[in-house]
């Protein structure tokens, strides 16, 4: 499974590595300005949206297919995917409280301020990949379109309230919840991913 990671890892590189510099200085660039917040979001769930657009040059490339005929399993072909998507909207989310220890001090509220849009990070995969695993980039996309619509409306409205940046004292483990459900249905949306994969036939 590490070859997967790497593959992907390289190809990311090779085809947003513009996108990724992009988001890289426009979150530095938002540093200096009074309201990061949308910045952050949208870094996160951009980034995040990197992991399962790979499905779409393996398919592309029928790099999927060739990769059964490898000693490799469907399940860690599967898991691969969950796995790095996992690790990029984890960058994303450590850039981004870099991001903001630089705006407003070292704080432990600076890490809890990144848990919603790390939680969003997560959410997006969770429901993309299973539909594309299972029928497909180009018969899955139009409905994760529409679902990334949705989190970006979440990601303006979340950037706009109060939650978004809330004071220790009003902390109330609200987004510790958030990140522990979206946690769970990472994993449980990992599972189903498995089980459909496997059902697929090529």
């Not at 660039?29 to 657009?53: D, H, K, T």
Request: hydrophobic share 55%; glycine share 6%; charged share 10%.
């Amino acid at each position: 499974m590490k070859g997967l990671l790497v593959k992907d890892f390289m190809l990311i590189y090779k085809i947003g590595k513009v996108y990724l510099i992009f988001i890289a200085v426009m979150l530095l660039g938002g540093a200096a300005f009074s309201n990061i917040s949308f910045l952050s979001y949208y870094a996160v769930v951009f980034i995040s949206i990197l992991g399962p657009n790979t499905i779409a040059y393996d398919e592309r490339d029928r790099w999927d297919k060739f990769a059964l005929t490898l000693p490799i399993t469907k399940s860690q072909y599967v898991s691969s995917k969950y796995l790095l998507s996992f690790i990029l909207t984890s960058g994303a989310a450590l850039m981004c409280a870099v991001v903001f220890i630089l705006h407003d001090g070292f704080s432990v509220n600076c890490f809890l301020s990144v848990l919603p849009s790390f939680a969003l990070g997560l959410f997006y995969p969770a429901v993309s990949l299973p539909v594309m695993l299972r029928f497909g980039y180009a018969k899955g996309k139009i409905p994760i379109i529409f679902l990334a619509g949705i989190i970006g409306g979440l990601s303006v409205l979340l950037s706009k309230t109060k939650i978004l940046m809330p004071q220790l004292s009003e902390f109330n483990y609200l987004f510790l919840i958030l990140f522990a459900v979206i946690t769970m249905v990472f994993v449980l949306s990992w599972a189903i991913a498995v089980k459909l994969f496997k059902n697929r036939e090529f």
